[in-house]
Nanobody, 124 residues
Framework: QVQLVESGGGSVQAGGSLRLSCAAS???????MGWFRQAPGKEREGVAT???????YYVESVQGRFTISKDIAKNTLYLQMNSLKPEDTAMYYC???????????????????WGQGTQVTVSS
């Protein structure tokens, strides 16, 4: 059974940091893995991806502030978020893509396994 479980969300003030984790079971995270987010009333959008070789990709709005990484031995994906802004407030999801290509700008339709999400709230 494929399962992705996110954790690490919470409430922080602007400028603060959070580290999200995504524990995977039933599937190895050697494939393309990504973080997405969805704010109320908005579409789900890509944030960062990491491919099977460890290359990372970010959307412009988080470049330089967020870092995606993975621990193959622990089968866990991470998202280190620094210098958080109120506009980063959203539900954050991890996802797996089993096809070719692994860009942060890919839409959620290209990912085939999802976690339940973890809430991140940034206050000004």
């Amino acid at each position: 059974q494929v399962q992705l479980v996110e954790s690490g969300g919470g409430s922080v003030q602007a400028g603060g940091s959070l580290r999200l984790s995504c524990a995977a079971s039933g599937l190895p995270i050697v494939h393309c893995m990504g973080w997405f987010r969805q704010a109320p009333g908005k579409e789900r959008e890509g944030v960062a991806t990491i491919d099977r070789d460890g290359a990372t990709y970010y959307v412009e709005s988080v470049q330089g502030r967020f870092t995606i990484s993975k621990d193959i031995a622990k089968n866990t994906l991470y998202l280190q978020m620094n210098s958080l802004k109120p506009e980063d407030t959203a539900m954050y999801y991890c996802a797996r893509r089993s096809g070719y290509g692994c860009f942060a700008t890919m839409g959620p339709v290209f990912f085939d396994a999802w976690g339940q999400g973890t809430q991140v709230t940034v206050s000004s």
